[in-house]
Nanobody
Framework: VQLQASGGGLVQTGGSLRLSCEAS????????MAWFRQGPGKEREFVAS????????YYKDSVKGRFTISRDNAKNTVYLQMNSLKPEDTAVYYC?????????????????WGQGTLVTVSS
C-alpha cells in the first residue's frame, strides 16, 4: 500500500486546512485509516482514526470538535478537515493505515505510513 498525503501549508491561528491522503496498491475499504502528527521536538502522536466503512471515528481529546476525519472509499482517499487551528497544531501530519476493523491509535500497530505533510499555524 502506498499512501500519498497532501494539503499541508501555512495558516493563521483560527484558520482551516483540509488534508488528503490517497491510497493505492490494495483494496482501500479493507483498511482502517488514521492521521498522526509529530510536532517540533515531540514524539509522534495519534490525531484521529476512521473505521473501514467510515462508521466509527476516534479523536485525540485536544482536537475533538475542531478536526473531522472522513473517507471516500470510491476515491481511495481519507481526509482530515482541520478548523480553528492553533499554534500547537503545528506538526508534520502523517497518514496511516492498518488492517484492524476500527483503526489504531498506537504507532506500533500501524502497517503503512505516508510521507507526511507539514502544517504550520502562525500566531
Amino acid at each position: 500500500v502506498q499512501l500519498q498525503a497532501s494539503g499541508g501549508g501555512l495558516v493563521q491561528t483560527g484558520g482551516s486546512l483540509r488534508l488528503s491522503c490517497e491510497a493505492s496498491g490494495r483494496t482501500f475499504s479493507s483498511l482502517s485509516m488514521a492521521w498522526f502528527r509529530q510536532g517540533p521536538g515531540k514524539e509522534r502522536e495519534f490525531v484521529a482514526s476512521i473505521s473501514r466503512g467510515g462508521g466509527r471515528t476516534y479523536y485525540k481529546d485536544s482536537v475533538k470538535g475542531r478536526f473531522t476525519i472522513s473517507r471516500d472509499n470510491a476515491k481511495n482517499t481519507v481526509y482530515l478537515q482541520m478548523n480553528s487551528l492553533k499554534p500547537e497544531d503545528t506538526a508534520v501530519y502523517y497518514c496511516a493505515a492498518d488492517f484492524s476493523a476500527y483503526g489504531s491509535s498506537w504507532s506500533s500497530e500501524i502497517d503503512y505510513w505516508g510521507q507526511g505533510t507539514l502544517v504550520t499555524v502562525s500566531s
